[in-house]
C-alpha cells in the first residue's frame, strides 16, 4: 500500500515461501503466480501489470513512502526488480536466484535494504542500496554468507530511530540482528533467547514509536522489550484456539498505532487471523482475539462425504468434520490431514491420515480418531509422499489400501487393531495414485512420483502380481512426471484416466485398452484445459464420458470423454482444488480447494430429446437441435441450431414451457387447417426468435440461461417454422420439436 496515497495498492502473487518438505520434494504447497496487481481504487478492482505476468512468485512489493510510482519487487526466481512508473515496466536491478525481502527506509526512501539466496536455497545475503534501489551492493559485515536453509531474513527499520535497521533471521534457531547504517553492517543482537522464526515462518515488527519493542514470530509469538536482546512467549495456540495458532507468517500494526493508547497488532498464521487489542499487555492464553471466524480460506487437501457427514484433511489444521447443517466443524484429529474416506455402508467408521502415511480411523463417525498404522513401516518423508494415497475399497468396505513407497493393504479395517501388510514392493520412487475398479476388487492401478505405473488383475490375492504399464524404460508410454490421480471406468476396467502435475500441455490421458496404448485427453482448442497441473479426476456414475476434473486453476467438465472442456465460475472459480468427489449415494460433487474451503454442488445433468416428427411428405424438412458444445445449463448460454435450410431462407424458431398444451388447446395440433399439410405444432408458443439462414444453411440463437437452482431440471421446448412456399398452400415447413431439460 502506497504510503502517500493508500488507494494504491500491489499484489504480488505466489506462496514462495512455501514450507520446506517441498524443497525435499515431499509436498507441494507453493502455488505459482502470476505476477503483480494493482489496485487504484482502494481494493475494489484490480488488473495485472502485464510486466510481471510471468513472474511465479512474487515475495515482497515496496512502495517508496514519498512516490506511489517508485516500486520495489523480491521475486523468485530472478532476484530484485525496480519500477519508476508505478508498475507499467521493470528493470532487473540486482540479479539473484531469489530475492524474498525487501524494504523502503520510511524515514529515507533514498535508502533500502534486501535479502537474497541463491540456488541451493542456502546462502543467504543482506544487501543495501543508497540511490532508492536502483543500484545494490553485499552488507560489509554480519548477515552475509549465512550458511543455513533457514536463514531467511525479514527487515523492519525503526522509524524513531532514522538509519537503524533490524533483522530477523531464522539461523541458530531465531536471532534478531540490528544495522546502524542503513545495513551495510549487522551485529548480532539475540542471546541465549530463540524466536523459533525459519524459512517457512518469519514474521517480524519493529514498534514504530520505541524500537525496543519488538515482536518476532515463528511457531509462536515472541516479544522483546530490550530491542531484540532476549524475547519472551506470548502465544500458546493450536488448531482452532483464541490464542494464534501455530506457524505465524506476519505482524501487522493498525495504522493508528501509537505505542500508548493505540497498541492492536495483528498476526497471520497457518490457521488464519488474530489480534492483540494491545501487544504490550497480551500474553499465553490472554489478551488475543481470532479473527477469521466465517473467512473461508482453509487449504483442503481431501474431502469425502456419506450419510450426514462431511469430512476433510487440512493443511495444518487437522482432519475436520461437519454433522448435518451444521456451519461448526469438529476435529478428530490433529496436525495436518490429508485423503479421507468414510464407510458409506457403515459411517461410524471414518479414515483419515496424518503426513507421510500415518493413517488413522474412527470408529464413532469423526467425533475422535487414533492412528491405525499397524504394520506400514514406510511412514516418513523419506518413503512416503506428505500426503499419501488412502482408498476404501468400493466392492469390499472392510478393504483398505495406502500408498507409500509399497502399497499397503488391510482387509480388517473395522478390527479393533488394524493390521496392514505390503502387497507392491518399492520400485524407488513413492506412489501417488491409486485406483480400484468398481465391480471386480482384484483390478487395482498404481502409480509413482517420477510416472512410472503398475496394474495388477489379482489385487486381492496374498501376493498380486504386478505388470508395468510404465516403467520409465522398456515400456514407456507415458510422461516420467507427477501422476496425480488414477480413475478406472466402473462399465469398462479396459478404459483409465491419469492425470499429471506439472505447467505442462496434456495432463489428462486416457487408455482404452488397458494400458497398451493413450490418447491425450485435455481437450481441443478452443475448449482445451490450460497447461497446468490436474490434481484429481472423477467420472461420472451415469455415464462415464462425462469427466471432472480439479486443476490449479479451479474445476473443469467434459461431456465428451475429454474432447472438450469447460469451466464455470459459480463457486470456488479458478482457485486450486485439491479433489473432486461424490457424495456417496448422491450426485452431489464435493470440492476440497486449497485456500477457498470446501465446496458442494448439486449435479443435474443437462439433456436434449427430439420429438414427435417433421412435417410428413416432405424429403429434407428443417431440422433443429442443441450445440452439444453448449447445452443447457443454468448461467450459461445455450445454443439452439437450425440446419437442412437454405441460404437467405427465413426462420422463426418457437420456444414454449409445454409441450402438452397451450392457449389454444392440447398439443400436438395439426396443422393442416391452417394450410401447412401433415405438419404439427409440438411446442406451445410461448416466444419467437426470427433469423436468415447463413450461406451454410444454417441458423443459430444463443439463449442465457439464469443461474436459478430453482431451474434445475425444468423443461424448454423448441420447434423451428421455416418459410417454404413450394411446401404447403400456407408456405411454412416445421421441424420436430427438440425436448430440453435445464442442468449445470
Known amino acids: 500500500m502506497a504510503a502517500s496515497n493508500p488507494d494504491v495498492m500491489f499484489v504480488g502473487t505466489g506462496e514462495g515461501f512455501f514450507n520446506n518438505n517441498v524443497a525435499r520434494g515431499v509436498n507441494r504447497s507453493a502455488i505459482r503466480g502470476a505476477g503483480v496487481f494493482k489496485s487504484t481504487d482502494g481494493g475494489q478492482t484490480w488488473v495485472q501489470l502485464p510486466a510481471t505476468a510471468n513472474w511465479q512468485y512474487v515475495q515482497r512489493v515496496a512502495v517508496a513512502p514519498n512516490d506511489p510510482s517508485l516500486l520495489l519487487a523480491a521475486v523468485r526466481q530472478g532476484g530484485i526488480y525496480r519500477s519508476t512508473d508505478g508498475g507499467a515496466s521493470w528493470t532487473q536491478v540486482h540479479a539473484a536466484f531469489a530475492s524474498d525481502m525487501v524494504a523502503f527506509d ?81 551485529t548480532l543482537r539475540t542471546g541465549s533467547s530463540q524466536t523459533g522464526v525459519t524459512w517457512y515462518f518469519n514474521g517480524f515488527w519493529v514498534d514504530p514509536t520505541n524500537e525496543n519493542v519488538q515482536v518476532a514470530a515463528g511457531l509462536h509469538v515472541w516479544r522483546s522489550s530490550d530491542g531484540g536482546v532476549t524475547f519472551a512467549r506470548i502465544t500458546d495456540g493450536y488448531i482452532m484456539t483464541v490464542d494464534p495458532h501455530l506457524d505465524v507468517h506476519a505482524v501487522v500494526a493498525d495504522p493508528d498505532y501509537n505505542g500508548s493508547t493505540r497498541r492492536r497488532v495483528y498476526v497471520t498464521t497457518d490457521g488464519g487471523l488474530h489480534v492483540a487489542d494491545d501487544i504490550l499487555a497480551a500474553g499465553q492464553s490472554t489478551g488475543w482475539r481470532d479473527l477469521d471466524n466465517g473467512m473461508r480460506s482453509a487449504q483442503f487437501y481431501g474431502a469425502a462425504g456419506a450419510g450426514n457427514l462431511l469430512v476433510g484433511g487440512l493443511q495444518d489444521n487437522g482432519t475436520q468434520r461437519l454433522v448435518g447443517a451444521a456451519t461448526t466443524s469438529n476435529m478428530p484429529f490433529g496436525g495436518d490431514g490429508g485423503q479421507v474416506q468414510i464407510d458409506a455402508t457403515n459411517t461410524n467408521y471414518v479414515w483419515g491420515e496424518y503426513v507421510w502415511c500415518q493413517v488413522h480411523r474412527s470408529t464413532n463417525g469423526g467425533g475422535s480418531s487414533s492412528f491405525q498404522y499397524g504394520g506400514i513401516t514406510e511412514r516418513t518423508d523419506a518413503t512416503a509422499n506428505f500426503v499419501a494415497p488412502l482408498l476404501i475399497d468400493p466392492n469390499l468396505a472392510t478393504r483398505a489400501y495406502a500408498g507409500a513407497s509399497s502399497l499397503w493393504r488391510t482387509n480388517n479395517n473395522r478390527a479393533g487393531t488394524v493390521s496392514w501388510s505390503s502387497i507392491k514392493a518399492p520400485v524407488g520412487s513413492k506412489i501417488s495414485a491409486v485406483a480400484i475398479a468398481r465391480g471386480n476388487a482384484d483390478i487395482v492401478w498404481a502409480a509413482h512420483n517420477d510416472g512410472r505405473v503398475y496394474r495388477t488383475a489379482n489385487a486381492t490375492a496374498a501376493t498380486p502380481t504386478w505388470v508395468a504399464v510404465d516403467d520409465n524404460a522398456g515400456t514407456n508410454p507415458l510422461p516420467a512426471r507427477y501422476v496425480t490421480r488414477l480413475a478406472i471406468d466402473p462399465t469398462n476396467h479396459a478404459v483409465v484416466w491419469l492425470t499429471f502435475g506439472g505447467f505442462a500441455s496434456g495432463n489428462v490421458r486416457v487408455t482404452r485398452d488397458g494400458g497398451s496404448t493413450w490418447s491425450d485427453a485435455a481437450g481441443t482448442a478452443p475448449r482445451r484445459l490450460p497447461d497446468a497441473p490436474v490434481n484429481c479426476v472423477l467420472l461420472h456414475p451415469d455415464d462415464s464420458d462425462v469427466v471432472y476434473v480439479a486443476t490449479e486453476v479451479g474445476i473443469f467438465a467434459s461431456d465428451d470423454a475429454g474432447q472438450n472442456w469447460s469451466a464455470s465460475n459459480d463457486g470456488p472459480a479458478n482457485v ?169
Not at 124 to 146: C, E, K, M
Not at 622 to 630: E, G, N, S, Y
Not at 691 to 705: E, K, N, P, Y
Open 106 to 186: 520510511p524515514n529515507d526512501p533514498s535508502k533500502a535494504v534486501a535479502h537474497r539466496v541463491d540456488a541451493s536455497l542456502a546462502i543467504h545475503d543482506a544487501l543495501w542500496s543508497v540511490d532508492g534501489g536502483a543500484t545494490w551492493s553485499v552488507a560489509q559485515s554480519g548477515l552475509v554468507a549465512l550458511n543455513s536453509y533457514d536463514a531467511r531474513m525479514e527487515f523492519c527499520h525503526a522509524r524513531s530511530n532514522p538509519g537503524v535497521v533490524y533483522a530477523s533471521c531464522g539461523q541458530s534457531g531465531g536471532k534478531v540482528w540490528r544495522s546502524l547504517d542503513g545495513g551495510r553492517n549487522w
Open 576 to 744: 486450486a482444488t485439491e479433489e473432486v468427489a461424490w457424495f456417496a449415494g448422491t450426485r452431489r460433487l464435493i470440492a476440497a480447494t486449497l485456500g477457498r474451503g470446501i465446496w458442494t454442488c448439486e449435479v443435474t445433468r443437462p439433456s436434449v430429446q427430439s420429438f414427435g416428427n417433421a412435417c410428413s411428405g416432405h424429403v429434407s424438412p428443417p431440422m433443429l437441435d442443441v450445440d452439444p458444445l453448449a447445452p443447457p445449463r443454468i448461467g450459461l448460454a445455450m445454443e439452439w441450431v437450425g440446419s437442412q435450410l437454405t441460404q437467405g431462407q427465413l426462420t422463426f424458431l418457437v420456444l414454449g414451457l409445454s409441450d402438452t398444451v397451450w392457449a389454444g388447446g392440447s398439443l400436438p395440433q395439426d396443422l393442416t387447417a391452417q394450410g401447412m399439410n401433415g405438419c404439427s405444432l409440438l411446442v406451445s408458443p410461448d416466444a419467437t426468435l426470427t433469423q436468415v439462414a447463413d450461406a451454410a444453411g444454417t441458423i443459430r440463437h444463443s439463449l442465457a440461461l439464469p443461474n436459478l437452482p430453482a431451474l434445475l431440471g425444468a423443461a424448454l421446448h423448441g420447434q423451428m417454422f421455416a418459410v417454404d412456399p413450394p411446401r404447403n398452400p400456407l408456405g411454412i415447413a416445421t421441424s420436430a420439436g427438440v425436448h430440453a431439460v435445464l442442468g449445470r
